[in-house]
């Protein structure tokens, strides 16, 4: 099983686990494979999103230490209004459209702040789910305060900021490809296959896109 170095928090770990568990050599589990019992220890820290177009991601649940950290009940919002700002917004679009298109996790430490500047770091994990069809549209999660001298958590945060984003891959294969660089940057541009051109030049290969270019 292939783990990811972000993955600093015991509850991550236990999702993940879970979920690779749940897959069963599938490249994600459905939804109703998900037995709320089984990670009863991690409820409280646990969201399911929604994926409702390609800025929508709405809570469909969000458990109460989720509720506690954030000061208000979520349910029903859209996830990824918790960073109105660029280029976070940005950022948290980009992970979750590589977990919906790669099919492996995401494992992302954000920090927050009260009204009062008192600051908060999180860890969350977002992993991808089948529901009625045969794409990725829902997401199961977790977010966990990372322990430190000062906490925010269960005041209302004004400020959401990216630190880190991590792939985390269910597989050797996905494990070797290369990790980003931390948050901030634009994402990654997706590249269509189909579009491109094979181009020899002596022994090797380019496969050719229109605005940019990649070796094959």
Known sequence: MARGVGMKQKTSRVLFDY??????GRPAPRRLDIEPSRISR???ETMVLERVDFETYRFRLA????AYIFGYELRGCNFVDLWPAMPDRTAVLSAL???TRRLGGACIEFQAFDLDGKRARFEMMLLPLVHNSETVDRYLGTITEIPSNQ???GRPLSALELI?????????ERRDMPKPALVGADPPLALDVRN?????MGRRRFRVYEGGRSGD
């Open 19 to 24: 979920w690779n568990a749940l897959r069963q």
């Open 42 to 44: 991690i409820l409280a």
């Open 63 to 66: 458990g109460t230490e989720i």
């Open 97 to 99: 459209s590589r977990v």
């Open 151 to 153: 906490s925010a958590a």
């Open 164 to 172: 880190s984003d991590e792939p985390i891959w269910p597989d050797a």
């Open 196 to 200: 491109a051109r094979i181009v020899n």
